[in-house]
């Protein structure tokens, strides 16, 4: 299984980004997925988050509190994609964004192993 992250660039303070993670190979069920990110001198942290959902309980998302209100998880179970819609970007969102995802490749038995893309760069600049 491998993830793909794209969509990072050098922006504006106030401008938005669309970043998108793709998920290849043999993939039997993409669980919780999600991006991270990491600026120089900081520990990886979570950005935002968004779980399957079941026949009982529905999608829900989790968000970092400094991201709240600006920045949208989705995802698209067909397509194995999820997207970061970042918008009223700040300096502090500086970072090396990496797509994150709780795989199944065994079967519905298989609770699902954890995988991270390479990163991408987001450059606010103010």
């Known amino acids: 299984v491998q993830l793909q992250a794209s969509g990072g660039g050098r922006v504006q303070a106030g401008s938005s980004l669309r970043l998108s993670c793709k998920a290849s190979?043999?993939?039997?069920?993409?669980?919780?997925v999600g991006w991270y990110r990491q600026s120089p001198g900081k520990e990886r942290a979570l950005v935002a988050r968004?779980?399957?959902?079941?026949?009982?309980?529905?999608?829900?998302?989790d968000y970092a509190d400094s991201v709240k209100g600006r920045f949208t998880i989705s995802r698209d179970n067909v397509k194995n994609m999820w997207y970061l819609q970042m918008n009223r970007l700040k300096p502090e969102d500086t970072a090396v964004y990496y797509c994150?995802?709780?795989?199944?490749?065994?079967?519905?038995?298989?609770?699902?192993?954890?995988?991270w893309g390479k990163g991408t760069l987001v450059t606010v600049s103010s």
């Open positions: 994150n995802a709780d795989i199944s490749t065994d079967g519905p038995y298989d609770y699902g192993k954890d995988y």
């Open positions: 190979g043999s993939i039997f069920r993409l669980n919780a």
């Open positions: 968004i779980f399957s959902g079941t026949l009982i309980l529905p999608t829900s998302t």
